[in-house]
């Protein structure tokens, strides 16, 4: 019978409606959260903006008060010197005595002002009669008296004019005319009277106050503006960012302001946040201007952040979807997987039991009959390794060593006292071979201990073969302190020597090698001799210890990839070759 089969367009598959529903789930709540959060971080970004203007402009309104104080305090305490020690007065009807301890008083006053205050550089007192009083050394006093400032105070009457501030100029009236001063000039005298009039004035230098306009590194967005009740520009930092029409548009909107205020302003289509302040004990005015622009960069990585999170979180939701659309029928897959993987063998594959009851119960019958299965398996090779085991021991078991040891350390004796010392030597040989025959409880031992076997074995032989054969030994030493596998080299050169070399006419060699083979982290045993060759047998009709018994030990004990192999057999020489792995004390290196 076929299969009802509904229309694709009327039954969307179970995924399809999950993909769907959660994909709707996901977005709309990530739509209005990204939306009310753009727009809170919008107003709250404008409020931190206008607050780090007005902290700003507030800490470089102190940095450029506290100076102007500084300027104001000396100001003061030179006009009180001044009318106190009258530097000033009746100064042409002083001594030469009188006149010279004047001006030593009144220049070491002048210097502790300038020591005290660094951003004054000189300070000047100008007498209407001509005196000066200086902390330059390299004044040029007529230059100074010639300056239009100089002369104008002169010939204004005590009272009328107040301080002055003269913009950054360079000062010509001194020989070292190194670098910009702001100069704050301010009268001296009797007040509604031309007679004993003087000035003040003090040069502050022009490129520290100017980095009083400075907060920060000189990249800045912000610009800052200081301007005199004139509407003059004192000192001034822009912004690259800032417009020539924007900055005029902002210098005209700081003069007129009165007060302390945060406006957002537009000028040649730049939003600024404009903060002003005034600093009323000179009647200047400072203002703080920031461009939105820069901000703005910020909001569109804000936006495309908040687009990549919906992105993501509608990603995760399909994802969720599919996720979960596949658990439904995951344990029928993982179900299916695991009969795949039993089918080919490996058979330690669990299926995890599902809370279904259908389901799990199908599991764990599944788990039941591998683990059976996998049992048989394993008591079928621990019986095989008992059979072995069995059938060595019982090889072992057909001579009682305690009384062929005592019989033949008798005929030792006897064949040394009648001088028969080759066969003394072979029956030491022989005690050997029956000793190392007997180690009952090793499994594994030294490849040099299993060479010193073979070795005694040939000695052994030679009583039989005398010098019909010869064997040679091509030995890799480093391999004496690895481990194999008992009485895997012995039925070899056993088989060369009655089967390969007994019925040869002529001397027989064999040669045995020891290989090291690091890059396979094998060893390799190989036993060649010169003999007639054979035609190798079915393994399984090969019996005892012989050549079929070392090959199931070995790839019982180490797999199918090592065992032994027979090269260039019937009439030519013959080689077999025995491969294990590296071995420490039986442990696979």
Do not use: C
Not at 363 to 373: D, G, Q, R, Y
């Amino acid at each position: 019978m076929g299969k009802f089969k509904q229309p694709g367009w009327r039954s969307p598959s179970i995924q399809t409606k999950l993909i769907g529903a959660l994909f709707v789930i996901a977005l709309l709540p990530a739509l209005v959260i990204n939306w009310y959060y753009y727009e809170r971080t919008n107003v709250s970004l404008e409020q931190k903006i206008r607050s780090y203007n007005e902290e700003l402009l507030k800490q470089l309104s102190d940095k450029v008060g506290f100076v102007s104080e500084q300027v104001r305090t000396t100001e003061t305490q030179l006009i009180a010197y001044s009318v106190t020690s009258r530097a000033f007065m009746d100064y042409a009807e002083k001594t030469g005595a009188e006149k010279l301890d004047t001006l030593k008083k009144t220049e070491e006053l002048l210097a502790n002002f300038k020591r005290s205050y660094p951003y004054i550089t000189e300070i000047y007192m100008v007498g209407s009669d001509g005196t000066i009083y200086s902390t330059d050394p390299y004044l040029n006093r007529d230059e100074l008296k010639a300056m239009t400032w100089v002369e104008e105070a002169l010939r204004t009457p005590t009272g009328q004019a107040e301080g002055e501030l003269l913009l950054s100029h360079t000062p010509t009236y001194t020989l070292l005319q190194e670098r910009e001063v702001l100069s704050f000039v301010r009268q001296v005298g009797a007040y509604g009277t031309r007679r004993d009039l003087a000035l003040i004035q003090i040069d502050v230098d022009a490129a520290k106050f100017g980095s009083l306009l400075q907060l920060m590194p000189t990249d800045q967005a912000e610009s800052v503006f200081l301007m005199d009740k004139q509407g003059r520009i004192i000192q001034e930092r822009t912004s690259a960012e800032l417009s020539d029409t924007a900055a005029a548009d902002i210098r005209k909107r700081v003069a007129g302001n009165t007060g302390i205020a945060t406006t957002t302003a537009k000028s040649d289509g730049q939003t600024l946040m404009l903060s002003v302040r005034p600093l009323e004990e000179r009647g200047w005015a400072m203002a703080v201007a920031s461009p939105l622009s820069r901000y703005s960069l910020d909001f569109r990585h804000l936006r495309s952040i908040l687009l990549i999170v919906a992105g993501l979180a509608l990603a995760v939701a399909v994802l969720f979807a599919i996720l979960l659309s596949h658990g439904i029928l995951r344990q029928f897959h993982t179900l299916i997987r695991s009969m795949r993987r039993a089918g080919e063998g490996q058979l330690n594959v669990k299926v995890p039991v599902s809370n279904s009851p259908d389901i799990g119960m199908v599991a764990v019958t599944f788990n039941t009959m591998v683990e059976k299965i996998d049992q048989l398996l394993k008591d079928s090779v621990k019986k095989e390794e008992e059979k072995t085991a069995a059938e060595l021991k019982a090889l072992q078991a057909q001579i009682q060593p305690h009384f062929i040891y005592n019989t033949l350390n008798s005929i030792k004796w006897m064949a040394i006292s009648e001088g028969a010392d080759k066969i003394a030597d072979a029956v030491v040989a022989l005690v050997k071979v029956l000793r190392f025959t007997y180690r009952t409880n090793e499994i594994f031992i030294p490849i040099k201990d299993e060479m010193e076997f073979i070795r005694d074995y040939v000695q052994v032989q030679r009583m039989r073969f005398g010098e019909k054969i010869e064997v040679e030994y091509e030995w890799d030493e480093r391999i004496d302190r690895y481990y194999t596998l008992k009485f895997i080299i012995q039925p070899i050169v056993e088989n060369a020597m009655i089967h390969g070399l007994a019925n040869k006419a002529y001397n027989g060699l064999i040669i045995v090698r020891g290989v090291l083979d690091e890059a396979n982290r094998q060893i390799r045993f190989e036993v060649e001799d010169n003999g007639v060759g054979f035609a190798p047998k079915p393994r399984d009709q090969m019996s005892g210890v012989g050549m079929a018994n070392v090959d199931d030990r070995i790839r019982m004990h180490f797999g199918e990839q090592y065992g032994l192999t027979v090269e260039k057999p019937l009439r030519l020489h013959t080689r077999i070759v025995v491969t294990i792995p590296i071995l420490t004390e039986g442990k696979v290196v």
